[in-house]
């Protein structure tokens, strides 16, 4: 059976998912995604990039910037435009709050105007 032919409520590996729902730039950030165990299926850590899932399964994903909870709607058959990406999942991520999370390599950085002193600030 070929890609194109793929039944209604099939499985589908979690990288290929992720990388049709445009959730990563290519499959194999998705491979390094999965083995680092950023990524969560249904409250279990994943370990393979080959573990599959199938439309109903809740992944959570922790990425740099923010942690993303999904609820799988369909298995993607390519790589599309964004609108036809995101019919493939259902977005749960809470609001982000306030005051967003740092990065270490931002919290390490001087911030604007601090350092040295200039003309008025003497």
């Known amino acids: 059976m070929t890609e194109k ?21 290519s499959r194999s950030l998705a491979q390094s995604l999965v083995a680092a165990g950023a990524v969560t299926v ?6 393979q990039s080959s573990r599959t899932i ?11 910037r923010r942690d993303v909870i999904l609820v ?6 390519r790589r599309g435009p964004f609108e036809e990406a995101k019919l493939l999942y259902d977005d749960l991520t809470p609001s982000p709050d306030k005051q ?23």
């Open 72 to 77: 799988v709607r369909a298995d993607g058959h």
């Open 54 to 64: 199938k439309p109903g399964d809740r992944i959570e994903l922790v990425l740099e």
């Open 100 to 122: 967003t999370r740092l990065t270490p390599f931002e919290r390490a950085q001087r911030g604007l105007g601090a350092g040295r002193f200039g003309g008025p600030d003497r």
């Open 42 to 47: 249904n409250g279990e850590i994943c370990s």
């Open 5 to 25: 032919e793929l039944p209604d409520g099939s499985r589908q590996r979690i990288d290929k998912w992720l990388f049709f729902a445009r959730i990563v730039k």
